[in-house]
C-alpha cells in the first residue's frame, strides 16, 4: 500500500514568515513529487514539480527532496494572507505507472 | 475558455441509479485524469488516460466504475448502480508533458460534486 503522509494541520504562520510544509511518503520506487494548492471549496492548483534530489525555486516557493529519506518538502517564503489553503504532496511511481497518491492535505493559515 | 470544463457541476441521484461525468480538456493535451475527492480527504486516483494508450485504470474502486475517452477528446466517466459512499467531488484534469522541461503541467476542472441519496 502506497502512503504519502502529511500532517494535517492547521499550520499557523504570521505575515511575512516562512511556511514549511512537510510529506514522506513510502513507496521508495518513486519518481515524481507535486505540491498543489486547493484553496476551500476549488480545485487543486499545482504550485510545484520535482524528481531530482535537492532543492528546485519558484518564485517564492522551494520544493526539496531527499529521495534517501523518502521525504519532500515545500517552503512558502514572505507568506502572505493569500497562501492560506490546504497544501496538498503528490506522489507518482516509477516508470509505467502515472498514478498520483495524493496525501490528506495540510491546511497553512497566514495571520496577518 | 481555455480551461478544463466539467460537467454536470452538481449531481444530485438516488442510490442505485446510474450517472455520467463529463471532462472537455485543455485542447492539445495529452493526458487526462479523473480524481475522486471525499469530503474533508485527499485526492484519490481514479484512471488515467494518455493519448491513444491503453489507460490506467488501476484506481477505479470496483467494477461498477468505468471511463472512456476517445483520443485526445473528451472522457466521460460512468458510475452505474450508484451507492452513497460513492458521494463525492469528481475532479477531472488534463496535461501536457513539457519536454525536456522536467515541468509537468497539469490543469483541474472544477469539479462534478456528486451527491447519492
Known amino acids: 500500500q502506497k502512503e504519502v503522509e502529511q500532517n494535517s494541520g492547521p499550520l499557523s504562520v504570521p505575515e511575512g514568515a516562512i511556511a514549511s510544509l512537510n510529506c514522506t511518503y513510502s513507496?521508495?520506487?518513486?519518481?515524481?513529487f507535486f505540491w498543489y494548492r486547493q484553496y476551500s471549496g476549488k480545485s487543486p492548483e499545482l504550485i510545484m514539480f520535482?524528481?531530482?534530489?535537492g532543492d528546485k525555486e519558484d518564485g517564492r516557493f522551494t520544493a526539496q527532496l531527499n529521495k534517501a529519506s523518502q521525504y519532500v518538502s515545500l517552503l512558502i517564503r514572505d507568506s502572505q494572507p493569500s497562501d492560506s489553503a490546504t497544501y496538498l504532496c503528490?506522489?507518482?511511481?516509477?516508470?509505467?505507472?502515472?498514478?498520483?497518491?495524493f496525501g490528506k492535505g495540510t491546511k497553512l493559515s497566514v495571520i496577518p | 475558455g481555455a480551461g478544463v470544463s466539467q460537467s454536470p457541476s452538481n449531481k444530485v441521484t438516488e442510490k442505485g441509479k446510474d450517472v455520467e461525468l463529463r471532462c472537455d480538456p485543455i485542447?492539445?493535451?495529452?493526458?487526462l485524469y479523473w480524481y475522486r475527492q471525499r469530503l474533508g480527504q485527499g485526492l484519490e486516483f481514479l484512471i488515467y488516460?494518455?493519448?491513444?494508450?491503453?489507460?490506467?485504470k488501476s484506481g477505479l474502486p470496483s467494477d461498477r466504475f468505468s471511463a472512456e475517452r476517445t483520443g485526445e477528446s473528451v472522457s466521460t466517466l460512468t458510475i452505474q448502480r450508484t451507492q452513497q459512499e460513492d458521494s463525492a467531488v469528481y475532479l477531472c484534469?488534463?496535461?501536457?508533458?513539457?519536454?525536456?522541461?522536467?515541468?509537468?503541467?497539469?490543469?483541474f476542472g472544477p469539479g462534478t460534486r456528486l451527491l447519492v441519496l
Open positions: 484534469a488534463s496535461s501536457l508533458w513539457v519536454s525536456g522541461s522536467g515541468r509537468e503541467t497539469q490543469y
Open positions: 513507496d521508495r520506487g518513486s519518481q515524481s
Open positions: 520535482i524528481y531530482s534530489n
Open positions: 503528490a506522489v507518482k511511481a516509477g516508470a509505467g505507472s502515472y498514478q498520483l497518491t
Open positions: 485542447s492539445g493535451h495529452t493526458a
Open positions: 488516460f494518455q493519448g491513444n494508450s491503453a489507460p490506467d
